[in-house]
């Protein structure tokens, strides 16, 4: 993949950070509004399919970048089974271990939703991502061409 013209890279590096902060919003705010973590994880996902679209992609940093989303994948999903079984320890599998309850449409008001939504955003955007770049390789390598008839 060679990537896109001179116009494309530009507009790309400004839309796709202002993508992975509307994507970080829908994560953080999902208690709130609709949206959460696996919304917010696929909206940050697309901003990575929108930079490897714009400026193509090269094989060995593609192979590096999809061993960290590996390991992000884990921590997100590691990040979800601390928030629950912090909970037990408080009284029950996922229940709020915050002391303060908050007010109805307040940002604190989730308690211990905001954290699981943010590790399933991060579990989410992480796996995504690399099943993007896996996508990319198979590609580069020539394992998913088109079959002549």
């Known amino acids: 993949m060679k990537g896109m013209t001179l116009i494309v890279r530009n507009v790309t590096k400004l839309v796709a950070g ?67 079984l912090l909970g037990l320890c408080v009284g029950g599998f996922f229940v709020n271990f915050f002391p303060a309850k908050g007010n109805v449409h307040e940002f604190l008001s989730g308690g211990t939703i905001m954290l699981s939504n943010l590790a399933i955003g991060i579990k989410v955007a992480a796996g995504l991502t690399g099943i993007l770049l896996a996508l990319v390789i198979a590609c580069r390598l020539g394992w998913l061409t088109p079959k002549e008839s």
């Open 18 to 84: 202002f993508i992975a902060l509307f994507g970080l919003y829908i994560v953080v705010t999902g208690h709130l509004t609709p949206g959460g973590g696996f919304a917010g994880g696929v909206i940050l996902m697309s901003a990575a399919v929108l930079i490897v679209l714009a400026f193509g992609a090269k094989q060995p940093r593609e192979t590096s970048v999809e061993g960290r989303c590996h390991v992000a994948e884990g921590l997100g999903a590691l990040g979800f089974l601390v928030v629950a």
